[in-house]
C-alpha cells in the first residue's frame, strides 16, 4: 500500500491523503474499464463498516477473480499489504483520482425521450462523480418542459448548453437516425467523451472517447446462448 | 455466398431460405458480440434500398474492419461472392437464426422506477425481436399501475409472471440492494439469460448468463480518459 496516512480510513476518500495520479499510459484500457467495479465493491464492503479489505473479498464483491484484482491494481501502485489486504478508504481515494472523479464532472444529455429521461433522474449518475448540466431535444413539445430540475433547451442551443454548463462529456439519446449529427456537433462544441445509447456507430476524431450501450444488443446476444442451451 | 434462393432479397428476413444454425459452440463468444451491431448495419442499408453489400460498406456502417467482419461471418458459414459482396437479405436472416430471432422472445423486467419504466416503452427491444411479457416491482404503490400496457405484478408473483410469460429472459432494474435477491428468484423460476442493471456484480449458477449495464462505471470510464487528456 502506498503509505496512506494513519487517520486516512475516517477521512471521506476525496480528502485522503495526498495522491499521485499514474501516468494514463501505464494503465491498460481493460483495467480502466475494470475501476468502476473495483470503486463499486470499495464502497459496498465501506458500507457495511469494513476498513480493510483482502484482495479475495474485494475481488469476491467485484466478481472477479483476486489475480485480477492485484494485478489492475498494482497499476496504481497498490499492492496492499500482506496479511492484512487493502485501506479501503485510501484505495478509494486512489482509484477516484485516477478516474478523475475527484470533481463532479458536468455532462450533458442530448434526447430526452423515454431513456434519457430516465438518465436525467438517474441516482447512479450523481452518486458516481456526475452532474447533469443540461438537457437538449430536438422536439418543440418536449422543449421548455422541466426534467430533474433543468430546463430541456433547443437543439439549436446545444453548442451554448455545453459551453454554459462546462461539460466535455455528453450522454447521447436520440434516434439512430440523428444520432451521428448530434455527436459532430457535440464534437464541434468541445465535448470529448460520449456514451451514445442510439444503436448507431458513431464516427469521431481522434480525441474523442465514444462508449456505445446499445440495450436491444444485450438482449440479441443474450438470446444467443439462450437459445444455444435450448437446443442443445 | 451460402445458395440464397433468387427471390430471397423480396422476402422479409425470417421468411428467407431455409437457414441451417451453426453449432453454438463453434461461434467465438467475441463473434457473438458483434453479430448485433450486423444485423444493424445490415437493416440500416436494406433501409436505403441496397440489396448486395461489400465487406467494406458493411464494415463502415457497423464501425469494424473489413478484416473483422469477414472473419466473423465466416464463421457463419457465410463468404459473400467476390466482385459482388452480401446478398442483405439472406444475410441478415442468417444472422436473426444464429442469435435465435426467428420468434419473438419473451421477457420479464423486474424494477419499474424511471430506468424499468424507460426500457419497458424502448421501442429498441420490439424492434429487435423481444417482447416484454411481464412487469414486477416491490414498491406497493407501482403494484397495480399500467405500464406499457401491462399491470405492475407484486414481488411475491415474479415465479408467476415469469411462467405465465414464458420468459427465459429478464432485465433486472432494481436498487443494488435487492438485486441478488431478484436474481436468484428470477434464476429458480427458470430464467437463464439477464440483462442487470443494478450496479452490482451478479452469483448466478453455471448455464445462466448475466449481461450486466453499468451506466455509472460507464461514465467513470470516460472520465479517466477525459482527464488523461486535459493532464496531458
Redesign the interface.
Known sequence: MGAPPPGSTDAPPRDAAPLV?PA??T?PPST??R???Y???LA?VEAQGVRTASSDALAD???VSPAQLRKDLSFLGSHGTRGVGYDVAHLRGQIGV????TRQ?P?VIVGL???G???A??P??T????VVVGLVDADPHVVGTQVAGLRVEPAERLADVVREGGA??A?ITVP?GAAQDVCDRLVAAGV????NFA?????VPD?V?V?S????????????????????
Chains 1, 2 share one sequence.
Open positions: 495520479r494514463a499510459r494503465v480502466v474499464a475501476l468502476p467495479g470503486l463499486r465493491a459496498e464483491v467485484a466478481g485516477v478516474l478523475g472523479l464532472r455532462v425521450g423515454n431513456l429521461h430516465a438518465l433522474n438517474y447512479g449518475f452518486e458516481r462523480g456526475f466535455t462529456m450522454v439512430a470529448r467523451g460520449i456514451l444503436p448507431r456507430a458513431l464516427q480525441g472517447d462508449r450501450v446499445d440495450l436491444g444488443s444485450e438482449l440479441q446476444i443474450l438470446a444467443f446462448h439462450d437459445q444455444a442451451r435450448s437446443m442443445s
